[in-house]
């Protein structure tokens, strides 16, 4: 059984940056594709960036120049790094492996 925990969000100002992890545990994490999403109050969730095993990644137009999805398969942890964030970035972040497995969400929110 896949188990995702995710860690580093909070409340930044904007223009501030945030570094988001997230580590796996139960899967093969070296060839596991490893997304994150996000979702905002009254928002679907939507992708936010990806990351393959071999290390190709892919980014939502709104976050393309200052989100960055990198991993770690030593420590079996990816991480989003995030910044000139803005207050539309405010969402709860969800970590996902495989297209099927979800951590509990880390919250974002960005100020004005």
């Known amino acids: 059984q896949v188990q995702l925990v995710e860690s580093g969000g909070g409340s930044v100002q904007a223009g501030g940056s945030l570094r988001l992890s997230c580590v796996a545990s139960?899967?093969?994490?070296?060839?596991?594709?490893m997304a994150w999403y996000r979702q905002a109050p009254g928002k679907q969730r939507e992708l936010v960036a990806f990351?393959?095993?071999?290390?190709?990644?892919n980014y939502a137009d709104s976050v393309k120049g200052r989100f960055t999805i990198s991993r770690d398969n030593a420590k079996n942890t990816v991480y989003l790094e995030m910044n000139s964030l803005k207050p539309e970035d405010t969402a709860v972040y969800y970590c996902?492996?495989?297209?099927?497995?979800w951590g509990q969400g880390t919250q974002v929110t960005v100020s004005s």
């Open positions: 996902n492996e495989g297209g099927f497995s």
């Open positions: 139960g899967s093969i994490f070296s060839i596991s594709y």
């Open positions: 990351i393959t095993g071999g290390g190709r990644t």
